[in-house]
């Protein structure tokens, strides 16, 4: 996989591989809450003050619903525009949809550590290459979706 | 009977409502230090050597203050860095 910064500022990635573009086809759906945990640590209390953790409930939480929502969203779509080329996927992440898939990168992440329980300990562990249980494909896709956003951050910090 | 009318007490009060409250921010094992860095920067407006002093006091200590003012501006600032998924906390900054 190639990736570059395109005309735009935006990043284009080229020469995608099946199975990695497959992952990025996951991306939206393991941002999706389906355990407590994951609920959790979307929307954390902002304090102990009960009062201001239900206003914070009826209040914030939709509106930070909405924003991730809108996220992978776009993600989504940008890439319903990827395009293939000699057996691998080329896509282009305008700058503009940087944030979206900022997001949605670290809603990923973050619902695939809580769900599994990941610690630190394993997110540092080598992965073989092999991948052969689901743990080791697991920890494999956090990986990649943590160096597409490390690149991601280069290119939006500078 | 209650002096709530008394002038030490309604100073007293004023002085909790205008008391100022901190923003901490708390370690997760899964936000990179980077992005934690270009939040700082985007929301709290820091240069870039501040936003990496406290992401890294956040990732060795566990926690940073990252704002000190006005209840409504600090609950304002953690629903940003809510936001963007960071572990964001107010809570009364002690009085001196």
């Excluded at chain 1, 910064?5 to 990025?24: A, N, T, V």
């Excluded at chain 1, 809450?33 to 959790?40: E, G, L, Q, Y």
């Excluded at chain 2, 409502?17 to 939040?39: F, G, Q, T």
């Amino acid at each position: 996989m190639k990736l570059k910064e395109s005309d735009d500022g935006g990043i284009l990635l080229e020469e995608i591989p099946p199975f990695l573009f497959h992952l990025l086809g996951e991306i939206s759906s393991r941002a999706e809450i389906k355990h407590p945990r994951v609920d959790a640590r979307f929307f954390p209390d902002p304090s102990e003050d009960s009062e201001l953790i239900e206003d914070w409930k009826s209040l914030v939480q939709p509106e930070l619903q909405a924003i991730f929502q809108s996220a992978r969203e776009t993600v989504r779509a940008d890439l319903r525009g990827a395009s293939e080329r000699d057996g691998s996927m080329s896509l282009q992440i305008p700058k503009p949809h940087g944030d979206a898939w900022l997001s949605a990168l670290n809603q990923a992440r973050l619902a695939m550590v809580e769900e599994a329980g990941f610690g630190e300990k394993d997110m540092a562990a080598e992965v073989p290459d092999d991948l052969r249980t689901p743990r080791d494909a697991a920890l494999f896709q956090l990986g990649f979706y943590g160096f597409l956003q490390e690149c991601l951050v280069r290119m939006q910090g500078d | 009977m209650p002096l709530l009318d008394s002038p030490e007490i309604a100073a007293r009060e004023y002085a909790l409502l205008d008391a100022p409250w901190n923003v901490v921010v708390h370690n997760d094992p899964v936000n990179l230090m980077s992005y934690v860095s270009l939040i700082f920067r985007r929301v709290l407006g820091f240069s870039r050597e501040k936003a990496e002093a406290h992401m890294l006091e956040v990732h060795l200590k566990g926690r940073s203050i990252v704002w000190t003012g006005p209840r409504e501006k600090a609950e304002f600032f953690v629903q940003q860095l809510h936001g963007h998924l960071l572990l964001a906390t107010i809570e009364r900054a002690p009085q001196t």
